[in-house]
């Protein structure tokens, strides 16, 4: 049973835990999506400053209010507690002039002026001779002598000490003798008259009632109050934001490419007018992006029907040209078989710019197909390392190779990568300067990547986006060695992208550069991270801060 008992408090401790966790999880999920409400919203924002605001000036106001007329009424019911205070020291010193009057004479007196308070009893009377101090005083309806501070009679003595005729005033709790009657706030007035101290004991039962009264009032009126504010300001800052938001939503409209997106305008205000502006820009955006796509159609269109066109009158040289090569040597004069050469080799550069533009063409007329297949990246790695491992020895760099030992398995077009990583060494070696070349491989869970990185002349600032443009060089003026087109990068982003990868690229002057290829696993995958990062680690360094294995190792 014991066991039992302990199994089921173990239950239940586990439960509450599991009750706190999801109590806890459900709090900051409304707390992050009300944080996130008024984040985003302007006029959540001005109605709830609006609100605090007004909530702190409302409790200013209503407390120095409260304030004010609490003193008021105190103020009130003490000058007409001091006159009540008045005529009873008048009457005593009448009627009680002698010191020799006895007992029953001063509670015959004290009785008689509170009568004089009425049926309702507004106060009660206690009087005290001060020459008998075996006699605590004379109270009505039981009033317990304590009821008057010492304080109070301190003052009055220090007023006689002082041979002048004063009265106080101050606040205490009035107690009885009969224990069914409840203690109560009051306000206690005294004087002298002769050897006897007299003092009204005002109770404020009246007075709390109206003070309470009077700040439930103040409390309410002073909540409507703020949510009359709050309203107020969500009305105004409605007529002001909703238009705000249809702007927005149009602007987003017109930059997902809906560009006859327009704005309704209503009045002549200035609403109106950002209205009427933003239907102008959007106009104007239109016919010029109109305009730009149909010159872009028109250039797409020449570069795809001259290339096209081109291949016919260049397979017929071909055929001259490789006649004119392969007998360069039965010719009598040199100068011909250099010539013939020299034909060679610019028709081999004029089909690589033919077949570039062609692959371009298709690009931009979205023909463009993967033909996917699952192979693994080191292997491609390899191929285009040993068809540019005769350039990189021709311009003396090594390239030096950071493979995995674990297969890296993706679902690629082999030839599209293929030739996007001969563009990245090839363009590695041509700016290399002779340095070595590091390509590294690596693979996670959803993507494998490859990293060319070279240290060389490097990328300046903003040129990791322009690297990709076609036909842009970074430097016009440096002589090309390998008779490139300008269009491989341009090329190989294309390629990436049609893999929903990316192609991205590093650099700082006289550092180097890196360029990276990131490509999802399994074809169509969203690709969310890279296994490489794009700056390679020692960036700074004059060399990377890794192992090398150079090819053919």
């Not at 007018?273 to 796509?293: H, P, V, W």
């Not at 590294?440 to 986006?465: F, I, M, N, T």
């Amino acid at each position: 049973m014991a066991a039992m008992s302990a199994i089921g408090r173990t239950a239940i401790k586990r439960n509450v835990r599991r009750g706190l966790v999801t109590f806890r999880r459900v709090v900051r999920g409304v707390a992050r999506r009300l944080y996130t409400r008024w984040r985003r919203s302007i006029q959540v924002r001005v109605v709830t400053s609006t609100l605090v605001i007004s909530a702190i000036v409302v409790a200013i106001l209503g407390v120095f209010l409260q304030l004010r007329i609490t003193a008021a009424l105190m103020d009130t019911k003490t000058n007409t507690a001091i006159g009540q205070l008045d005529e009873g020291l008048a009457a005593v010193r009448r009627e009680l002039a002698s010191s020799a009057e006895t007992g029953s004479r001063v509670e015959s007196v004290v009785n008689g002026l509170r009568a004089r308070s009425g049926p309702s009893g507004l106060y009660e009377v206690y009087i005290r001779d001060t020459t008998n101090e075996f006699v605590d005083g004379w109270g009505t309806n039981g009033l317990e002598p304590e009821s008057v501070p010492r304080r109070l009679r301190e003052e009055l003595w220090q007023a006689k000490a002082n041979a002048r005729f004063t009265t106080a005033s101050t606040y205490g709790t009035l107690r009885y003798t009969d224990s069914e009657r409840p203690s109560q706030r009051g306000l206690i007035v005294g004087g002298r008259a002769g050897q006897f101290e007299l003092y009204y004991l005002f109770p404020l039962t009246e007075e709390q009632r109206t003070l309470t009264e009077v700040q439930r009032t103040l409390i309410v009126v002073g909540a409507v109050l703020v949510l009359l504010l709050a309203a107020i300001a969500s009305l105004v800052t409605r007529q002001v934001v909703i238009p705000v938001r249809l702007a927005a939503q149009g602007a987003q409209r017109l930059a997902a490419g809906r560009l006859e997106e327009r704005m309704r305008v209503r009045g002549e205000d200035d609403l109106a007018r950002l209205a009427t502006s933003f239907n102008d820009m959007a106009a104007n955006l239109q016919d010029k992006i109109g305009e730009l796509e149909e010159l872009s159609q028109v250039q797409r269109q020449f570069v795809s029907d001259v290339s096209h066109e081109l291949r016919t009158p260049l397979t017929t040289i071909r055929i001259a040209a490789d006649m004119l090569y392969e007998h360069r040597d039965t010719f009598e004069d040199a100068s011909v078989g250099r010539s013939a050469e020299l034909l060679q080799s610019q028709l081999e550069r004029f089909e690589s710019l033919l077949a570039d533009l062609l692959e371009i063409s298709r690009h931009d007329a979205g023909a463009a197909t993967l033909d996917a297949e699952s192979v693994d990246v080191r292997d491609l790695v390899l191929r285009a390392v040993g068809d540019s491992q005769t350039l990189a020895e021709r311009k003396g760099s090594k390239v030096v190779l950071q493979l995995p030992g674990e297969p890296c398995m993706a679902e690629v077009d082999r030839r599209r990568v293929e030739r996007i990583l001969r563009n990245l060494l090839v363009n590695a070696v041509e700016h290399g300067e002779g340095e070595d070349i590091v390509v590294s491989v690596a693979a996670d869970r959803d993507a494998v990547a490859v990293a060319v990185r070279d240290h060389g002349v490097g990328l300046k600032p903003g040129e990791g986006q322009m690297v990709f443009d076609r036909f842009w060089r970074a430097d016009p003026a440096r002589a090309r060695t390998t008779g490139g087109t300008g269009l491989g990068l341009s090329i190989s982003r294309e390629d990436a992208q049609l893999h929903g990868g990316w192609l991205q690229a590093w650099g700082e002057p006289g550092v180097g550069s890196q360029f990276r290829l990131s490509l999802p696993r399994v074809a169509g995958a969203e690709l969310r991270g890279s296994p490489l990062p794009l700056v390679p680690p020692g960036a700074g360094a004059s060399r990377p801060l890794f192992a090398e294995l150079e090819v053919g190792e």
